[in-house]
């Protein structure tokens, strides 16, 4: 079975969008996913003068950035509520989620991480928010959150940061298909594309 890996940050609102979708598109395919939660801050710190898009943008691009959020929303029907803090830290979801892609509840998990920020403005860096998603969810949150706090779980989010950069990622949401990496929500359909379709792909030109 072919897999399309899903790298999303919860602090992404373009990744929360994606998030929404990506099931549906994948379902009847026989394509296996693949949810893979990262960081974004220590790509962005590799930048040239670590410029990230995240810290003090202009304001234009602020609120660009958030009006194409609304409207990429509303034309794909997902419900969108602006977080009053953006953005907030992802760190301690993140390191819950990796937890749930070993025990098989990473994607309800992430989805409900994502609902609780983008749309019922719930503090999803709170330990306590974490922890009544968990419960929501019929899972021993207070256990789960202190395996993901151990020292060794804590590394092995960072390793992902590095595997996420061998593959060549540099943002949210990406997916990889067939050795492909592809950007953006508006990339899902042409990642499953080139996932299920071998005879659309092309060597990379020099």
Known sequence: MNEIEFWYEFASPYAYLAA??????????PLRLTWRPLLLGPIFQRRPGHASPFQEPAPAESAYRRRDAERCAVAQGTPLAWPSIYPRSSLLAARVALLGGDEGWIAPFSQAVYRA???EDRDIAAPETVLAILGALDLPGQAIVARA???AHKARLASTVEEAVAKGIFGAPSLVAAGEVFWGNDRLEQAIDWALHPALRFPRRS
């Open 20 to 29: 929404a979708r990506i099931e549906r598109l994948v379902a009847g395919t």
């Open 117 to 119: 920020s983008f749309m």
């Open 149 to 151: 706090t151990q020292p």
